[in-house]
């Protein structure tokens, strides 16, 4: 790991502003519910966070934490409400900031798979390198080729998502991911819609990927992952960073009593 900050997330927050049905248990008269009421959640409250180079930084938390939420604006899939997040020297979160290089930069692998049902695996790996990255048919047909055998899918170039298993979907969408030649990659609960024995397949390709060196920014409650690859776990709840530190300080020996509460149901 180089001392090198990949990742530099200051003071974030996003508020998702949301409008609610009054509760009619609380106001049996009223017949009808005449108005929304209009609230809102700090999804991310004030969250600092940095990501060095080659550093595998895990996530944890309930649900609801707001740990998809804050990978999502790290790729400015959602807009920060006030902080700042850096991707090297580019500020994401700037109005005027290049959308398309920091996308190019930080690859993400989403719990749905998320693949294009109407190309076979090869395809949907070669696309963004053909359409986005301007690539000839030869350069991209092996780095396609390079990709499948990284994932272990050779055998299944030709294959559509529907008949892949889900476990081979995810690697199909981690090779995807990895033909933009990304820098970072954001990994939100990859595993946790697949069966058992599928979950390792994806986690070793991701354990692979960690030992190469890439910088990773994982939501997982997968403590075999955890341990194994991640050099920083953080804990979030309710939108906040509640303790950071290495995986053994925080499943061993947290210090804060909401990470105990919270690790004795996930271990
Ligand atoms: N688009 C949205 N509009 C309104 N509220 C949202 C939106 N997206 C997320 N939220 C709310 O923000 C909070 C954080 O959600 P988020 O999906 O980031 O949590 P999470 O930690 O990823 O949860 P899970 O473990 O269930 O995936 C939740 O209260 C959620 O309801
Ligand atoms: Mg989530």
């Known amino acids: 790991m180089s001392s090198k900050i990949k990742i530099r997330i200051e003071k974030a927050t996003k508020v998702f502003n949301t409008f609610q049905r009054e509760d009619p248990a609380k106001n ?10 209009r609230s809102h ?19 944890i938390g309930p649900s609801g934490s707001g740990k998809s939420t804050l990978l999502r604006c790290v790729n400015r899939m959602e807009d920060l409400t006030s902080g700042s997040i850096w991707i090297d020297d580019i500020c994401v979160t700037e109005s005027k900031a290049d959308i398309r290089k920091v996308r190019e930069e930080v690859g993400m692998v989403f719990q749905s798979f998320n693949l294009f049902p109407h190309l076979n695996a090869f395809n949907n790996i070669a696309l963004a390198p053909k359409v986005i ?5 030869e350069a991209a047909f092996n780095k396609a080729n390079g990709l499948l055998r990284r994932v272990g899918l050779v055998d299944k170039a030709e294959s559509y998502p529907e008949q892949l298993s889900g476990g081979q979907q995810q690697r199909v969408a981690i ?3 990895l033909a933009m030649d990304p820098h970072i990659m954001l990994f939100d609960e990859p595993t946790s819609a697949l069966d058992p024995e599928m979950i390792k397949e994806v986690l070793d390709v991701m354990l692979s990927l960690a030992r190469d060196g890439m910088t990773m920014l994982v939501v997982s409650h997968e403590m075999g992952f955890a341990r194994a690859a ?24 947290p210090d804060k009593e909401r990470t105990k509460r919270f690790l004795k149901h996930i271990l």
């Open 41 to 59: 959640i700090f999804a991310v409250k004030d969250v600092d966070l940095i990501v060095h180079q080659g550093e595998v930084v895990l996530v």
């Open 230 to 253: 991640a050099h920083r776990v953080v804990f979030m709840d309710k939108g906040e960073v509640v303790e950071e530190g290495a995986p053994e300080k925080i499943f061993d020996d």
């Open 28 to 37: 049996p008269r009223q017949k009808r519910v005449k108005k929304l009421k």
């Open 133 to 137: 990255k301007k690539m000839g048919k």
């Open 175 to 177: 090779a995807r991911a």
